[in-house]
């Protein structure tokens, strides 16, 4: 029996723009999670991660790293369901150490547990 996945990956532009705009932030280690919830647009939740250049120079080891994070969302997948309410999260990669995938797993569940912790109306 095929389901349909709950976690969506986030490649709209002006879901983005309105993100970075009007989103929160919270940051765990050499991560940043914007997140922006309560939209009636949204109702599913949306991750997206992105490495910047000015960090990590050469574009292999960028996309090392952005599979390493898209890892850690689909290991910790059932956590990310259950604690995290529908809307558009973007995990952002900011640090120039290179950091292994152990790291980069406990940063980004200490980054949701702040943001599952954060009362929705705030």
């Known amino acids: 029996m095929i389901t349909e996945k ?3 990956r986030l490649k709209n532009k002006v879901l983005i723009d309105l993100l970075f705009n009007k989103g929160k932030t919270v940051s765990s280690g050499a991560l940043v999670v914007h997140y922006l919830r ?3 647009e949204v109702d599913r939740l ?3 991660v992105g490495v910047s250049k000015r960090n990590v120079f050469l574009a292999v ?3 090392v790293i952005k599979r390493q994070l ?3 969302i689909r290991i910790n997948q059932v956590y990310i369901e259950k604690n995290m309410s529908a ?3 973007m995990v952002l990669f900011k640090s120039n150490k290179k950091l292994n995938s ?3 797993n406990s940063y980004l569940l200490k980054a949701f547990e702040k943001i599952s912790t ?3 109306n705030t």
């Open 6 to 8: 709950t976690i969506k």
């Open 38 to 40: 309560d939209l009636r």
């Open 46 to 48: 949306f991750i997206g």
């Open 61 to 63: 080891n960028r996309n």
């Open 70 to 72: 898209r890892a850690a």
């Open 87 to 89: 809307g558009l999260y």
């Open 102 to 104: 152990s790291e980069i």
């Open 118 to 120: 954060t009362p929705l």
